[in-house]
């Protein structure tokens, strides 16, 4: 499963699942994420899984390279062990205050808005990861179809809340941050709970997403 | 008095709180944060008798101008930082790495760090701070951390709920050496570069870019050719990494870094040059030297036995 590990500088190791982006890998990944993070390894500090890496980060003070290599290399991981998923419901509102680059996905896909988001609510979701801002997911995969580049200039900020797609992948911007993916609305759904210190995302990877399309009385309703 | 507390009368460019940071958090996107230069963070403490991993001010460039109010604290200023002090009307120029004794009214005003960017404002006790997974540490990326992840403003107050009295004043002789060399060890990507590019990075100048921050230095100077792809499958970061974008420019993971990214890692920087990198200004000139993983190693545990030496050197 594990195809190469390296070093990444002097206090991380980079576990290499080979290059392709699929559930199959991915899955890997997010399972030997999970059982390292159970065994609570004397020294590491961080892990990141990402669709086909893990990178295992720890302090150098309490360890080193090889002895954390020598550790993972002999990790058995129960093949039989069944990722945590959960299906979460994801409420959308695709009002054109929100969607901001529907116009430019109806262009660059030759679709129709409404062809676009038939598309994009029919679809369930699996979160691959979580990261670049506190608790943004990586969900996939839109058909051939629906695959479109980022924005030539990113926006400096995109609203808190704005759902982007870009190439085979959607997400949940969950704090206002710059960014280049293709808004097409707004979720009032608090994605990330900093009060919740245990589990402040509401999507994990391995979770299942479905998004559902809702008016903007419902976004009014459900925004408090 | 029970009633201690700083008045923030100016509260500089980027004054935050910072400890050690938080762990374990990189999978749902949240950095380490915690104190850019450990070691000025960790000498900080140690002088004014704290634990040496509570919470201090950090401030970049211009610092923040304080006024005590209260019966009497012990304060000490680390990093290479121009400040003053007014003590009952009586302007004193203040000396990094000594202990200073602040009584009802006086005040302590940092007014820049000195060809540098980091510099550290510890109490002497505890100021009354939000912690979150563990950690007062502001990252006004996310709004995670005490003040509600806000960097500090005008007219605030930092309330301090238990002063260590009775502290002797204390000092160390310590000069914060400056390099330009970082020593870098090669990264998983280093292959996507010609070989004019990786020449580039590993022998010529860079500069370093007015737009660096907590999160990332940038840098300036000659582009870095890609042969290969200028994007990788998004996937984990470090503080340290190496990142060169489509435009060829470098740019450096710091401690307030997004957690995943999607450019190709030429490099990352050696654990043992951190705390001096972070404090490389802008405009300043930075040179790139290869080191393997065992050299970088043992640099660091050298790194580590000279800070605990200090340490251990302030009674």
């Known amino acids: 499963m594990i195809k190469n590990i390296s070093n990444l500088g002097d206090a991380a190791l980079y576990c290499d699942f080979g290059t392709e982006v699929n559930k199959d890998i991915n899955s890997k990944v997010i399972k030997l994420f999970e059982t390292i993070r159970e065994k609570n390894i004397e020294g590491i500090n961080n892990l990141t899984p990402s669709y086909n890496k893990l990178i295992i980060s720890f302090d150098l003070k309490i360890t080193n390279f090889k002895k954390i290599k020598e550790i993972v290399e002999n990790i058995e991981i129960k093949e039989t062990q069944k990722l945590n998923s959960k299906i979460i419901e994801i409420p959308v509102c695709c009002d054109s205050s929100f969607s901001l680059d529907i116009e430019r996905l109806e262009k660059k896909l030759n679709l129709d808005r409404e062809q676009i988001l038939e598309v994009f609510f029919n679809k369930e979701f699996f979160c691959y990861m979580t990261g670049f801002i506190a608790g943004m997911p990586f969900l996939g995969d839109l058909e051939e179809k629906m695959r479109a580049q ?13 759902i982007g797609l870009t190439e085979q992948f959607a997400n949940i911007y969950t704090f206002e941050s710059p960014g280049g993916w293709n808004i097409i609305g707004n979720t009032p759904l608090n994605v990330f709970d900093i009060t919740k210190e245990k589990r402040p995302n509401l999507i994990n990877p391995g979770d299942k997403v479905k998004f559902r399309r809702i008016s903007m009385e419902e976004y009014k309703d459900l925004h408090g | ?4 507390y700083f008045e923030i009368k100016r509260a500089g460019i980027n004054t935050t709180f910072q400890d050690k940071g938080r762990n374990n958090l990189y999978h749902i996107g949240i950095p380490f944060s915690g104190a850019m230069d450990n070691r000025n963070f960790l000498l900080a403490n140690k002088l004014v008798g704290n634990k040496l991993e509570s919470p201090v001010i950090e401030f970049a460039y211009q610092g923040p101008l304080l006024k005590f109010n209260g019966d009497k604290i012990t304060i000490t200023v680390t990093g290479d930082v121009i400040f003053k002090l007014n003590k009952k009307n009586n302007e004193i120029e203040g000396r990094c790495y000594e202990t200073y004794q602040l009584e009802n009214g006086d005040e302590i005003n940092i007014l820049s760090t000195n060809k540098s960017v980091y510099g550290y404002l510890a109490i002497s006790g505890e100021i009354d701070l939000k912690f979150q997974w563990g ?3 502001i990252n006004t990326k996310a ?17 301090i709920h238990k002063i260590n009295l009775n502290q002797k004043n204390k000092k160390i ?9 970082i020593r870098v060890i090669k990264a998983t990507n280093f292959d996507y570069f010609s070989e004019e ?3 580039i990075f590993f022998e010529k100048e860079f500069i370093v870019s007015k737009l660096s921050d907590r999160m990332g230095m940038r840098l300036e100077g000659p582009k870095i050719e890609n042969i290969v792809n200028t994007n990788i499958k998004s996937e984990g970061l470090l503080k340290g990494v190496i990142q060169v974008p489509a435009d060829g420019n470098p740019i450096i993971m710091l401690s307030d870094h997004g957690t995943i990214g999607g450019y190709p890692k030429i490099g990352v920087v050696a654990s043992v040059d951190y705390d001096r990198l972070v404090q490389i200004s802008p405009g300043s000139k930075i040179k790139f030297k290869e080191i393997d993983l065992s050299d970088a190693e043992t640099l660091f545990k ?13 009674l």
């Open chain 1, 150 to 162: 980022r924005l030539e200039t990113p926006r400096v900020k995109v609203p808190k809340g704005s």
């Open chain 2, 1 to 4: 008095m029970d009633n201690n």
């Open chain 2, 135 to 137: 950690s007062c540490s």
């Open chain 2, 143 to 159: 709004n995670i951390g005490s003040n509600d992840g806000k960097k500090l403003t005008n007219g605030q107050k930092i309330n």
């Open chain 2, 173 to 181: 002789n310590y000069l914060n050496s400056k390099i330009e060399n």
């Open chain 2, 197 to 199: 590019g990786k020449k």
């Open chain 2, 302 to 314: 050298l790194y580590e036995m000279e800070t605990q030496n200090l340490i251990s050197q302030i």
